[in-house]
């Protein structure tokens, strides 16, 4: 196995822990039914993974897309869950964020690297709520590769539609 797809895998198993419903009972969570995607395309395929609503990952580099949607439940802050995925990561360090318009509402994107079982990598996260739900959109990286794919996560978050 690849450092790449170690990291990949210990990321994802941490994303499932750094949920934003953190105190609400899994029954009163729902995934959104009301959204639209383009997937990634190839190298990216898809994958199952119950952390995440659907993820796709380029295995020849190990870089992931991901969404997580959770309706119901909590209603924290933007920050909030931007540092609940952040807890993902060792030594997490905050690169930047900015506040921008997405999807019709205020969104908050932000860059973050940090270690995952001592591998250095890097997250570009894009939250924001809409209709009771909060939405979590993320790309994850071995900091090497991180820049190789980050049009590809653009151009999927350019087709991500919440309604």
Same mark, same amino acid.
């Given at each position: 196995?690849?450092?790449?797809?170690?990291?990949?895998?210990?990321?994802?198993?941490?994303?499932?822990?750094?949920c934003v419903s953190i105190g609400v009972p899994e029954d009163?969570?729902?995934?959104? +039914?009301? $959204?639209?995607?383009?997937?990634?395309? /190839?190298?990216? =395929?898809?994958?199952? &993974?119950?952390?995440?609503?659907?993820?796709w990952v380029n295995r020849q580099n190990g870089n992931l897309?991901?969404?997580?949607?959770?309706?119901?439940?909590?209603?924290?802050?933007?920050?909030?869950?931007? +540092?609940? $995925?952040?807890?993902?990561?060792?030594? /997490?360090?905050? =690169?930047?964020?900015? &506040?921008?318009?997405?999807?019709?509402r205020g969104a908050l994107r932000s860059r973050v690297k940090?270690?995952?079982?001592?591998?250095?990598?890097?997250?570009?996260?894009?939250?924001?709520?809409?209709?009771?739900?909060?939405?979590?959109?993320?790309?994850?990286?071995?900091?090497?590769?991180?820049?190789?794919?980050?049009?590809?996560?653009?151009?999927?978050?350019?087709?991500?539609?919440?309604?």
């Amino acid at each position: 196995m690849t450092v790449q797809h170690v990291f990949l895998l210990s990321l994802l198993t941490a994303l499932a822990s750094a949920c934003v419903s953190i105190g609400v009972p899994e029954d009163d969570i729902e995934k959104s +039914d009301t $959204i639209s995607w383009v997937p990634p395309t /190839s190298p990216f =395929e898809e994958i199952d &993974n119950d952390a995440v609503d659907e993820a796709w990952v380029n295995r020849q580099n190990g870089n992931l897309i991901s969404f997580r949607s959770e309706c119901g439940g909590n209603d924290p802050s933007l920050p909030q869950i931007r +540092d609940s $995925i952040m807890l993902s990561l060792d030594q /997490s360090e905050l =690169e930047s964020s900015s &506040n921008l318009e997405y999807n019709g509402r205020g969104a908050l994107r932000s860059r973050v690297k940090g270690f995952v079982d001592g591998i250095p990598g890097q997250l570009e996260i894009l939250v924001f709520k809409k209709n009771r739900c909060t939405y979590m959109i993320t790309y994850n990286a071995v900091s090497k590769h991180f820049a190789e794919d980050l049009p590809v996560f653009n151009r999927f978050l350019n087709g991500f539609k919440a309604k």
